[in-house]
């Protein structure tokens, strides 16, 4: 072992280490004032515990805590699990996508499948009509398609009946009055039912107006006694009549309009039927002031005689059907509240409904009641032929609206021109896209009181014409009237107000609107002569 090198201390001068003897001795020994500080500083140190390159750091037995240290790993902590929770909604997501496409695609594919199934079959019956079918004894088996649609209506798809009409607590959200105005007017709706010999034709429901002298007045949709295949009334159909007591009466066509698809039923009765006129109101319809609202369709179902309720909204927009009087709501009705009222929260009878499969269409009161008066005096209604196709101005789209604003246009008051027919293109200095807010001099806000003035117009001519004893044939060549449009043309950057005259020959109109309603496609199954099978289908077009 080698020895040891020993190295003395310096020494410190006797004279330096006296000199720094008070010295010494005041950091060895605290004040008074000082001891509770130091004794204070410990224990701080005790409990914030050894900082970075501090000797607790290095001791093992120090128990003390770095809080700075912990802080900063909670921190980091925090955004692990939130970087953790991110990546788990995203992947969440991305797996939700995956299954609905895949989803997707196996829908599609049985769809293809379906429809190429179907096209085979059709393929099939076209060639023959009697199929050979090995099932023990052999039978003959035919098949019988009734409401065929024309070549070119696409594919067939399975018929799904469209019976919703409200729920049992369509009303309960509402105040007591309302639901009371329902019930009082509900004992005013009836259910139709039309048949050809023993096939029944429609089923829709109705609303007596009024009750005179043993018969009662029922208002519904032509809908009830219309052709399935043509625009055409049925010959002398027999209509069932369902009352609210669950009584059955036979009812018989008292006047039909197409162009309105509008009927009046009457019945006769020998014990009071109640009845409710329609309301005279149009400023109802004004959407130019108030858009928001609500609404109660009614109907009533023939058997077993109940009545059916679904609220909703006017809503500001067209209808997909031609006629351009009809206006809108959210209520959401079946085939079965075709020609049933449509009631305002008020008790008043604002419209008759028609169907569509997402909206309901309806005719409003001022047009039905200037139905009743024309069918009361000249037992038809009569329209001028103008030749205008015209829509309510609120109803077109934002960017046509913004194009009109430009041009100096402060209210949506009015009709928009939307076609003129051929024959009256040259004869008006009116053309598409014009606003028309006057009709001889008088205001209007939407197309509904523009056909409501048109018809007023007509039936004072009509009335003036019976005092003279003149025919009431008016499709002659010479002017019968004069209609004068206040118009507002918007062509290129210029705008300005003009008076147009549209001179009228012909009150019958010479097209009828279209008013859609698609029926399903029955195929029957027969063994023998007997009805073995039924199967119901819709075409692509009509869904």
Same mark, same amino acid.
Not at 126 to 132: C, F, K, L, V
Not at 303 to 311: G, I, L, R
């Given at each position: 072992?080698?020895?040891?090198? %020993?190295?003395?201390?310096?020494?410190?001068?006797?004279?330096?280490?006296?000199?720094?003897?008070?010295?010494?001795?005041?950091?060895?020994?605290?004040?008074?004032?000082?001891?509770?500080?130091?004794?204070?500083?410990?224990?701080?140190?005790?409990?914030?515990?050894?900082?970075?390159?501090?000797?607790?750091?290095?001791?093992?037995?120090?128990?003390?805590?770095?809080?700075?240290?912990?802080?900063?790993?909670?921190?980091?902590?925090?955004?692990?699990?939130?970087?953790?929770?991110?990546?788990? #909604?995203?992947?969440?997501?991305?797996?939700?996508?995956?299954? #609905?496409?895949?989803?997707?695609?196996?829908?599609?594919?049985?769809?293809?499948?379906?429809?190429?199934?179907?096209?085979?079959?059709? !393929?099939?019956?076209?060639?023959?009509?009697?199929?050979?079918?090995?099932?023990?004894?052999?039978?003959?088996?035919?098949?019988?398609? #009734?409401?065929?649609?024309?070549?070119?209506?696409?594919?067939?798809?399975?018929?799904?009946?469209?019976?919703?009409?409200?729920?049992?607590?369509?009303?309960?959200?509402?105040?007591?009055?309302?639901?009371?105005?329902? +019930?009082?007017?509900?004992?005013?709706?009836?259910?139709?039912?039309?048949?050809?010999?023993?096939?029944?034709?429609?089923?829709?429901?109705?609303?007596?107006?009024?009750?005179?002298?043993?018969?009662?007045?029922?208002?519904?949709?032509?809908? +009830?006694?219309?052709?399935?295949?043509?625009?055409?009334?049925?010959?002398?159909?027999?209509?069932?009549?369902?009352?609210?007591?669950?009584?059955?009466?036979?009812?018989?066509?008292?006047?039909?309009?197409?162009?309105?698809?509008?009927?009046?039923?009457?019945?006769?009765?020998?014990?009071?039927?109640?009845?409710?006129?329609?309301?005279?109101?149009?400023?109802?319809?004004?959407?130019?002031?108030?858009?928001?609202?609500?609404? #109660?369709?009614?109907?009533?179902?023939?058997?077993?005689?109940?009545?059916?309720?679904?609220?909703?909204?006017?809503?500001?927009?067209?209808?997909?059907?031609?006629?351009?009087?009809? +206006?809108?709501?959210?209520?959401?009705?079946?085939?079965?509240?075709?020609?049933?009222?449509?009631?305002?929260?008020?008790?008043?009878?604002?419209?008759?409904?028609? %169907?569509?499969?997402?909206?309901?269409?309806?005719?409003?009161?001022?047009?039905?009641?200037?139905? !009743?008066?024309?069918?009361?005096?000249?037992?038809?209604?009569?329209?001028?032929?103008?030749?205008?196709?015209?829509?309510?101005?609120?109803?077109?789209?934002?960017?046509?609206?913004?194009?009109?604003?430009?041009?100096?246009?402060?209210?949506?008051?009015?009709?928009?021109?939307?076609?003129?027919?051929?024959?009256?293109?040259?004869?008006?200095?009116?053309?598409?896209?014009?606003?028309?807010?006057?009709?001889?001099?008088?205001?209007?806000?939407?197309?509904?009181? !523009?056909?409501?003035?048109?018809?007023?117009?007509?039936?004072?001519?009509?009335?003036?014409?019976?005092?003279?004893?003149?025919?009431?044939?008016?499709?002659?060549?010479?002017?019968?009237?004069?209609?004068?449009?206040?118009?507002?043309?918007?062509?290129?950057?210029?705008?300005?107000?003009?008076?147009?005259?549209?001179?009228?020959?012909?009150?019958?109109?010479?097209?009828?609107?279209?008013?859609?309603?698609?029926?399903?496609?029955?195929?029957?199954?027969?063994?023998?002569?007997?009805?073995?099978?039924?199967?119901? %289908?819709?075409?692509?077009?009509?869904?």
């Amino acid at each position: 072992m080698a020895d040891t090198e %020993y190295h003395e201390p310096p020494r410190v001068p006797q004279s330096s280490l006296c000199a720094n003897d008070h010295e010494t001795a005041s950091l060895s020994q605290p004040s008074v004032d000082e001891a509770p500080r130091s004794q204070e500083m410990v224990q701080r140190s005790t409990n914030e515990g050894p900082s970075s390159g501090h000797p607790a750091e290095q001791n093992p037995n120090n128990r003390t805590y770095n809080l700075r240290g912990q802080g900063r790993r909670m921190r980091l902590e925090r955004i692990e699990n939130k970087r953790l929770r991110d990546e788990k #909604v995203l992947r969440e997501a991305e797996e939700r996508v995956e299954r #609905v496409l895949k989803n997707k695609a196996i829908f599609d594919a049985k769809s293809e499948a379906w429809k190429e199934q179907q096209r085979k079959e059709r !393929l099939a019956k076209q060639e023959s009509g009697i199929y050979d079918i090995d099932k023990g004894d052999s039978e003959l088996f035919t098949w019988e398609v #009734v409401n065929e649609p024309p070549e070119g209506s696409g594919d067939w798809l399975p018929y799904e009946s469209d019976d919703e009409f409200g729920t049992e607590f369509e009303l309960k959200h509402m105040s007591w009055s309302v639901e009371k105005f329902t +019930l009082d007017l509900a004992q005013c709706t009836v259910g139709l039912e039309s048949f050809i010999g023993d096939k029944t034709l429609f089923s829709c429901s109705g609303t007596i107006v009024e009750f005179a002298e043993g018969t009662g007045y029922i208002v519904t949709s032509a809908s +009830l006694i219309r052709c399935p295949d043509k625009d055409e009334i049925v010959g002398e159909p027999k209509i069932n009549v369902w009352l609210p007591n669950g009584h059955t009466l036979e009812g018989s066509v008292l006047n039909v309009d197409l162009y309105y698809n509008f009927c009046l039923i009457k019945v006769p009765c020998d014990f009071n039927l109640p009845s409710r006129s329609f309301s005279t109101d149009i400023g109802f319809f004004n959407f130019y002031e108030n858009r928001a609202r609500d609404v #109660v369709a009614i109907g009533r179902m023939c058997e077993p005689w109940t009545f059916k309720v679904a609220s909703g909204k006017l809503i500001p927009k067209r209808s997909r059907f031609d006629c351009d009087e009809l +206006l809108v709501s959210s209520c959401k009705i079946s085939k079965r509240g075709v020609g049933g009222p449509l009631m305002g929260l008020d008790g008043n009878m604002i419209g008759m409904n028609f %169907y569509d499969k997402k909206e309901t269409p309806f005719l409003p009161s001022c047009i039905v009641l200037k139905c !009743l008066q024309h069918f009361r005096s000249f037992g038809k209604v009569v329209r001028p032929l103008h030749g205008l196709r015209v829509k309510t101005l609120y109803e077109a789209e934002l960017s046509v609206l913004e194009e009109k604003m430009q041009h100096g246009l402060s209210e949506m008051s009015g009709v928009i021109v939307e076609k003129l027919e051929e024959s009256f293109a040259e004869l008006s200095e009116i053309k598409v896209g014009d606003i028309i807010t006057h009709l001889d001099g008088r205001p209007f806000s939407n197309a509904a009181e !523009l056909g409501g003035m048109l018809l007023d117009t007509c039936g004072k001519l009509m009335q003036d014409r019976q005092k003279l004893n003149l025919s009431d044939d008016c499709n002659q060549t010479s002017p019968v009237m004069s209609l004068k449009f206040h118009v507002r043309t918007c062509r290129g950057q210029k705008s300005k107000f003009t008076t147009e005259t549209i001179n009228i020959n012909k009150f019958s109109p010479s097209r009828l609107d279209r008013w859609p309603l698609p029926r399903p496609i029955i195929v029957r199954q027969y063994a023998h002569g007997k009805v073995v099978d039924v199967r119901r %289908y819709i075409t692509a077009s009509d869904v």
